[in-house]
């Protein structure tokens, strides 16, 4: 028995099926591979170095106004505390500094940046030393282990998710468990 035109087009389907999506995979990084070059991994991985450092020379210099803006509204955070929402972070932060309380230094090291395949991601990861005055003016000092999720979003590197802790024991955590 001869198959008609239309049985054989159904027989056919799954194959083609199988092709367009194989195909459609072919263009996608195996195994996390970039799909950028050397240099344009290069070249991200400054930018974004260049990012934290206007990021962090902010919170240092405590330009409160510059600084947050380098958040993106939907940020999720882990401090020592605990899961911090951007707004709660914002309100205790402004506190503390209304009460004379300021950052007296902030000094990044051991800056480490992985860029994402499609170089629209990247994570930053470091050391953070930060001495600071309290409202009554107690001054603390510590080191912390940072590492900032930054996307690109229209064109415009933003946090989205930070990771702020302690580095070992007996570190006094920051005002509000925030950096």
């Given at each position: 028995?001869?198959?008609?035109?239309?049985?054989?087009?159904?027989?056919?389907?799954?194959?083609?099926?199988?092709?367009?999506?194989?195909?459609?995979?072919?263009?996608?990084?195996?195994?996390?591979?970039?799909?950028?070059?050397?240099?344009?991994?290069a070249r991200i991985?400054?930018?974004?170095?260049?990012?934290?450092?206007?990021?962090?020379?902010?919170?240092?210099?405590?330009?409160?106004?510059?600084?947050?803006?380098?958040y993106d509204d939907?940020?999720?955070?882990?401090?020592?505390?605990?899961?911090?929402?951007?707004?709660?972070?914002?309100?205790?932060?402004?506190?503390?500094?209304?009460?004379?309380?300021?950052?007296?230094?902030?000094?990044?090291?051991?800056?480490?940046?992985?860029?994402?395949?499609?170089?629209?991601?990247?994570?930053?990861?470091?050391?953070?030393?930060?001495?600071?005055?309290?409202?009554?003016?107690?001054?603390?000092?510590?080191?912390?282990?940072?590492?900032?999720?930054?996307?690109?979003?229209?064109?415009?590197?933003?946090?989205?998710?930070?990771?702020?802790?302690?580095?070992?024991?007996?570190?006094?955590?920051?005002?509000?468990?925030?950096?």
């Open positions: 028995m001869r198959p008609t035109n239309s049985s054989a087009l159904l027989r056919l389907v799954p194959h083609l099926c199988l092709l367009l999506l194989s195909a459609a995979c072919g263009g996608a990084p195996k195994d996390g591979a970039s799909t950028l070059t050397p240099e344009e991994t991985e400054a930018e974004v170095r260049e990012v934290e450092d206007r990021f962090n020379g902010a919170y240092a210099r405590n330009d409160m106004e510059t600084y947050w803006t380098f939907d940020l999720t955070q882990w401090m020592d505390s605990g899961r911090l929402s951007l707004e709660r972070y914002r309100r205790d932060w402004t506190a503390m500094l209304e009460a004379g309380g300021a950052v007296l230094e902030a000094r990044m090291e051991d800056l480490q940046v992985m860029v994402s395949p499609a170089g629209d991601a990247a994570v930053a990861s470091y050391r953070l030393i930060v001495r600071l005055r309290d409202g009554q003016g107690k001054e603390t000092s510590g080191t912390y282990h940072e590492s900032d999720t930054w996307f690109r979003r229209d064109g415009q590197w933003k946090v989205v998710h930070l990771h702020y802790s302690a580095a070992g024991g007996g570190q006094t955590p920051a005002p509000g468990g925030a950096p």
